[in-house]
T-cell receptor, first 112, second 113 residues
Framework: NAGVTQTPKFQVLKTGQSMTLQCAQDMNHNSMYWYRQDPGMGLRLIYYSASEGTTDKGEVPNGYNVSRLNKREFSLRLESAAPSQTSVYFC???????????FGDGTRLSIL | QQQVKQSPQSLIVQKGGISIINCAYENTAFDYFPWYQQFPGKGPALLIAIRPDVSEKKEGRFTISFNKSAKQFSLHIMDSQPGDSATYFCAARGFQSGYALNFGKGTSLLVTP
């Protein structure tokens, strides 16, 4: 049982390049989330999708877009990467919003 | 604005000792308080969680103590082991933002042999 799978695991980009981070869950969960983790900052919410077909901004959405492709998949896109977006990105899912969240192992993104 | 404040930032405990991590929150709409454990290179994993209608929850060596009036909660790790060395995050959640978690900044725990 894979749970939440994120690809790629590592990526290096140059400033201005674009990229899509992929997330898929096999638990038939309704809600999905994207967080970023920076040293000494904890995890901060970028975007979330409470159910298939809906997406909403979180605490730090600037510079990102998301797509809830279907119930399983929730992608995060950086249109024009900036060094400030160097971070570890985590995707999470939960059955319903008020159920425990399960996290993937993250994508480590460096922007030069 | 950090909605959940966590302390200490780092903690060193001897094997067999008690590790204590504290968190405080302001938003009284929060109704679910989990603790996550994270090892290097891995995502956070749910360790234990509590709702505000109880003051304490114990699962094995891990205990959450919850003080609703003070808006504080803490994680106690009894008989700490070197394998417990990890980063621990407290979090809080209400119905806002699709029940997204609001995390503390994390505590790096090192348990020495």
């Amino acid at each position: 049982n894979a749970g939440v799978t994120q690809t790629p695991k590592f990526q290096v980009l140059k400033t201005g390049q674009s990229m899509t981070l992929q997330c898929a869950q096999d638990m038939n969960h309704n809600s999905m989330y994207w967080y970023r983790q920076d040293p000494g900052m904890g995890l901060r919410l970028i975007y979330y999708s409470a159910s298939e077909g809906t997406t909403d901004k979180g605490e730090v959405p600037n510079g990102y877009n998301v797509s809830r492709l279907n119930k399983r998949e929730f992608s995060l896109r950086l249109e024009s990467a900036a060094p400030s977006q160097t971070s570890v990105y985590f995707c999470a899912s939960s059955d319903q919003g008020n159920q425990p969240q399960h996290f993937g192992d993250g994508t480590r993104l460096s922007i030069l | 604005q950090q909605q959940v404040k966590q302390s200490p930032q780092s903690l060193i405990v001897q094997k067999g000792g008690i590790s204590i991590i504290n968190c405080a929150y302001e938003n009284t709409a929060f109704d679910y308080f989990p603790w996550y454990q994270q090892f290097p290179g891995k995502g956070p994993a749910l360790l234990i969680a509590i709702r505000p209608d109880v003051s304490e929850k114990k699962e094995g060596r891990f205990t959450i103590s919850f003080n609703k009036s003070a808006k504080q909660f803490s994680l106690h790790i009894m008989d700490s082991q070197p394998g417990d060395s990890a980063t621990y995050f407290c979090a809080a959640r209400g119905f806002q933002s699709g029940y997204a978690l609001n995390f503390g900044k994390g505590t790096s725990l090192l348990v020495t042999p």
